[in-house]
C-alpha cells in the first residue's frame, strides 16, 4: 500500500505565495508520474501540474507561468510552488502518484487526503 501525505496549504491573500508538499511512503518499486490537481467547490476535479520521473512536467494554462511543480526523487516527494495566487485559485489540492508496485507491474494511481488553499483579502 501507498500513503501520501499533503502539507502546506492555508489561507493567503491575493498575489501571495504558497508551498504545497506531497510525500510518498510504503512498498513500492517506482513512482513515474506525480502530480496535482484541485477541485474548487461545485466543480470537478481538475489538473494542475504533472512531473514524471525524468523531470518533464506540464502545466494546466491557469496556473503557467505562475506555479512550479518539482519532486525529490530520492524522497519520493513532490512539491508545487504556487505564486501570484488568485481568488480562482482556491481550491481544495489534492496529490496523486502513478505507481510501480513491483518491476515491470501494472501502475496504479494513488491519491492524497487534500489541502485546503484559501486565496483571499
Known amino acids: 500500500q501507498v500513503q501520501l501525505v499533503e502539507s502546506g496549504g492555508g489561507l493567503v491573500q491575493p498575489g501571495g505565495s504558497l508551498r504545497l508538499s506531497c510525500a510518498a511512503s510504503g512498498r513500492f518499486f517506482s513512482i513515474n508520474v506525480m502530480g496535482w490537481y484541485r477541485q474548487a467547490p461545485g466543480k470537478q476535479r481538475e489538473l494542475v501540474a504533472t512531473?514524471?520521473?525524468?523531470?518533464?512536467?506540464n502545466y494546466a494554462d491557469s496556473v503557467k507561468g505562475r506555479f512550479t511543480i518539482s519532486r525529490d526523487n530520492a524522497e519520493n516527494t513532490v512539491y508545487l510552488q504556487m505564486g501570484n495566487l488568485k481568488p480562482e485559485d482556491t481550491a481544495a489540492y489534492y496529490c496523486n502518484c502513478e505507481v510501480n508496485l513491483i518491476r515491470g507491474g501494472s501502475q496504479f494511481r494513488y491519491w492524497g487526503q487534500g489541502t485546503q488553499v484559501t486565496v483571499s483579502s
Open positions: 512531473i514524471i520521473s525524468g523531470g518533464s512536467t
